[in-house]
């Protein structure tokens, strides 16, 4: 609702800025006063009763106006392109990579040289694994980040990374970067002062002169890396104070109960803004608001503080779209869109961290009945906001879907989730994965999966045994999978090395900064002679950089694959068959994947109860006619076939 004591505040507030409010800054100002109540409502929820709350509004108003003043020109203009389209993001014209720029091409200067290979591969958006200053010795990957404005020095500078920028906005290309909200490194310079003794940078993070409060905390919170970094508080002998850790005990969580954090984290949100991020990648939200008693995980504190910054973004700078890194439990996901009356207005983008980890499981059982239930529930995403689809990225595959789920089939979930540790782990007997559990918590008996896509879906062991067969049957479950997260509504997010076959690179385990955490098995480093490779005719890495570039290319070329939440699941009366179809005003694509190492078929009364009755169907993956006439019983696929299918009118 309209308040006028609220703008004559804020005209207040930006008056020395001397902004030209009915002319070239107009549309800012439009922006700004209409967003100002649910700004101030937000801000005021949580921040109403804190001592500093009135006058650190006045900085978060002055702040959300100097991100816009400061926005380059080119920037404002993509801005303005991209709010005319309603949701320039669902787009099925973009396909993502993550990449970590050292691994990947040595540094920024390396990554320009090489955007020939993501145009090749039809990768238009980069999310560039955290670039910026992180202590060698505890980086968690970047993520403890020490300097927020600063890059690490083995990447280059932010020169470069500009330069990087110009050249894809240059070829209407993206970018996404990280935001690490909810902790610093504890070498961050808010960290030192903390540990010098400075009160003010103290109350940036949870610190405690005793067990008292940590114990009460941990009584309720789960652990994140109960292997590596038990509990979630670290002792610190210079403070005398028990800090907050709930990742590894090298990073400090921020207290964002104090609004002098939320403004400084803010002010880095349109830092990265301003280098011309085009989807900011928040990394855990779920962790940033605590509370004794609860898991501290997804509170509603959360949710609110994404949406102020969701409104202070779309008010500053426009043109970013947030992405929030909630891999939590299924019914957890959802809210991270918003919900009741915010539906649709918190992230834009989550993860659906759900379907990933399902698409594993229909691999490892060629069951598709755990998936399939789990539809009701992620078909309630919000139109106007989209998932990230991916099969693989930096992190291991949790395994958190519902028990409920796993029991509507009559599985019992702890045999199953057993099941499946032991087949990607290559314990079970027959299954040619090979991965490693991670974070496993004795206690519970829960652990992660970590391995590339192609050892997790048998490639390396293939290759060891010199077994072309068995190669075979890896690439082909390696292009089901990336088909079937591709085509499913999302924007697909590759992870590099995947779109050349690269398995497991065990080098990790001698280096002591990272034998701790085998997670970087699944990030290697690639060896561009291999990329090469995928020119030559043949090639395992020719045949999956080739069946990669084809399934963007089809996705890139059909519009009804942009993500209008247009998804059907198909009753394929086969379980080992998972089939949905993408659907738009004109036009319907029936895409099915066989999930079994058996031949199966699926009758055409499955396609008839859509209304499809054509004799002729065109599979866009095979260009290939698959016709009634010769199949009068059902279309075949082969062990792990997939076909994309639409109605052929010749
Ligand atoms: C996110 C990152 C993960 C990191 C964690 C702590 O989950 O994806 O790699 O370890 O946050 O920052």
Redesign the pocket.
Known sequence: MYSQTLHTRINKIIEPLQLDIAGKDNDFYTRLIASATAIHSLYMEIYGNHEKGLACFNNLITGITMAYYERAFALRERDRMKLQKSAWFTSNKLTGMSLYVDLFADDLKGLQKKISWFEKLGVNLLHLMPLFESPEEAS??G??VKDFRKLDKKYGTLKDLHILQETLLDKDMFLML?I?L??TSDQHQWAQKAKAGDSFYQDFYYTFPDRHIPDAYESAMPE??PETAPGSFTWNDDMKRWVMTV??DY?WDLNFTNPEVFLAMLGNVFFYANLGVDILRI??PAFIWKQVGTTCQNLPQAHSLLRLIRHCVEVGTPGMALLG?A?VAPQDILPYFGEGLHKGKECHFAYNATHMALQWDMLATTDTRIMLNAQSLLSQKPKGASWITYTR???DIGLGYSDEMIRSVGFDPKEHRRFLKDYYTGVYTGSPARGALFGVNVKTQDARISGTLASLCGLEEALEMKDAFLIERAIKKILLMQAHAMFLGGLPMLFYGDEAGYTNDYSYRNDSQKSYDN?WMHRPLIDWKKNERTNKEGTLENQIFKGTQTLISIRSSLELLADESNIEWMDTENIHLAGFIRWNHEQRLYCIFNFSDREQSIHWLAFEKWGCTTNKMWDHYSKAIISKQEKPFGMVLHPFEFRLLQESKN
Do not use: P, W
Request: aromatic fraction near 14%; charged fraction near 30%; hydrophobic fraction near 35%.
């Open positions: 968690d990957g993520y403890a990280d690490v909810n902790h994140v890396f990742f590894h990073q990394d855990a890194e891999i990225c930096h992190d997670r």
